[in-house]
């Protein structure tokens, strides 16, 4: 590992407002996050609400739940403050303007008084020519005559970044290529907007200098502007933080025009809703791009708060594969959580679903001891917790409502008759044995055993078996049958037998 920690991070997660979070996106926040805690330095979580177009009511809302979610807590940020508050982009923008000012009086931007109509027709004239669309800088040596009829008219200059014509300009990643521009390719590109706010260019640049980001750790949609980046920092003479551009995800989810909620989920709280994790989400979108070694799968938050490092960012694309992401669910449901963690998860997916009630979910009162054996019957078997209410649903109805073929009683059995009596046996057996014993899945399975080798002397224990699951569960297939009779209790048990006895007569 080449830690090469000097002093702590400070590291920020900075999205705009648009809409739940995409997991690629949240992938940088966790990749930031990582690194803030692994130096024992700060997270900050900033909104950059620049483009008022793209904002959507929740937004802010979504990504605190979001972040939430995945227990990514920032030290720094809306809600918490800091001592570089305020972290939301819209509520700076007095500073925003007096440094685009300042950098027209240094002479490192200038007003452009162009017309959305002149700057249209400066790209159709490019376009006709095959040359790239653009800015032609045409605001740099406009006269003052010009500049005053401009505002006579009404409108509103915006400021632009003055792109140091000669040269090269080279920017450095830590985990990309160095990349070198011609700086005569380099847009002039709008820094303060004619509304009075300013561009991600300039804003992310001041709050990053203002807020000692250490460690700028953002996708790589944004490498193309790096180097844009790099000349406004040099003319604001600040230093830079170090850049970490991660890779891009292919196979992106959502994009295969495929039917399924699964496969076009794009957001975290997609993901949630579908019952994925947070722990198996956070550890699937941790290697979507960064690896320990070539062989460890799962990690803990604390196993990525000690192990994570940004060396081992990788600059290659990162491969979406969502069979991943349910091996990893399975086994954090599986093999992670406790029986009570895990039925306290599902209770939200049940009443979804229709079982119990939202009341019963928030508080499920007496009721708790029955789920959390329901829900304990299928936690080895689920891929996610919206499978369970499916699986388990038939131990919350009464089972006079179970409806099923009488003919499914009887499975490899000889006939109705065979089935019939197989279920008189399990009902005379359970209904006789003392509570100890109904409660011990080991004494029952082993008093049918009995039953089926020394009194009906059936073939094998699974002719037994067969008829008593069919009748608790109205299915085919089902959790374990011992768990079933212990999680109904005796009374709802023998009635779920004897109806099915009744339906074979
Ligand atoms: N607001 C930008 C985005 O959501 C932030 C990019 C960055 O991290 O600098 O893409």
């Known amino acids: 590992m080449t830690d090469n920690i000097t002093k702590p991070a400070r590291t920020r997660y900075a999205p705009s407002p648009t809409g739940n979070p995409h997991i690629g996106n949240i992938r940088t926040a966790i990749f930031a996050y990582l690194w803030a805690k692994h130096t024992g330095g700060q997270f900050l979580l900033r909104i950059e609400d620049t483009d008022k177009k793209r904002q959507t009511e929740t937004g802010v809302q979504d990504i605190k739940n979001s972040l939430g979610w995945l227990s990514l807590d920032w030290d720094e940020g809306p809600d918490k403050g800091g001592p570089f508050a305020p972290y ?27 017309t959305p109509e002149r700057l249209d027709a400066v790209n159709k004239a490019k376009q006709a020519i095959k040359q790239a669309p653009g800015y032609d800088r045409r605001c740099r040596t406009i006269s003052e005559t010009e500049k005053e009829a401009a505002l006579a008219s009404g409108l509103t200059p915006t400021i632009r970044f003055k792109v140091p014509l000669e040269g090269k300009t080279t920017f450095t990643d830590l985990v990309v290529k160095p990349l070198t521009v011609e700086n005569s390719t380099i847009q002039d590109a709008v820094i303060l907007k004619s509304d009075g706010f300013p561009t991600y260019h300039l804003a992310h640049i001041v709050d990053d200098h203002f807020m000692e980001i250490s460690h700028v750790i953002r996708g790589q949609e944004w490498l193309p502007s790096a180097p844009l980046h790099v000349m406004i920092y040099q003319a604001l003479g600040w230093e830079m933080p170090a850049f970490i551009h991660a890779p891009v995800i292919l196979n992106p989810p959502g994009q295969k025009g495929k039917l399924s909620k699964r496969d076009n989920a794009v957001s975290v709280s997609q993901y949630s809703e579908l019952g994925y994790l947070p722990e198996a989400l956070m550890n699937f979108l941790v290697l979507l791009g960064w690896s320990y070694d070539d062989h460890t799968e799962f990690f803990s938050m604390e196993d990525l708060i000690k192990d994570f490092d940004i060396a081992r960012i990788q600059p290659t694309p990162a491969k979406f594969n969502i069979d991943k992401l349910d091996f990893l669910n399975a086994h954090y449901i599986n093999h992670v959580l406790t029986v009570d963690d895990f039925a306290r998860r599902c209770l939200p997916f049940l009443a979804e679903y229709g079982v119990i009630s939202p009341e019963e979910a928030a508080n499920p009162g007496a009721r708790w001891e029955f789920i959390r054996a329901a829900c304990a019957l299928v936690k080895d078997k689920v891929k996610t917790l919206a499978e369970v209410p499916v699986e388990i649903d038939f131990l919350f109805k009464p089972g006079a409502a179970l409806e099923y073929p009488a003919t499914d009683l009887i499975g490899k059995n000889e006939g109705p008759a065979a089935a019939a009596q197989v279920l008189e046996e399990t009902i005379n057996y359970l209904r006789d044995i003392p509570d100890e014993t109904y409660n011990d899945r080991d004494a029952i399975l082993a008093g049918l055993t009995e039953i089926s080798e020394n009194k009906l002397h059936l073939k094998n224990r699974g002719l037994m078996l067969w008829p008593p699951r069919v009748a608790l569960s109205g299915r085919t297939k089902s959790p374990d049958l011992m768990g079933m009779i212990i999680t109904l209790g005796r009374a709802e048990t023998l009635a779920r037998l004897e109806k099915g006895k009744q339906s074979l007569a």
């Open 88 to 114: 939301v982009q819209s509520e700076r923008l007095d500073l925003y303007q007096s440094i685009a000012k300042k950098m027209v009086e240094d002479g490192t931007a200038y007003y452009c008084y162009c």
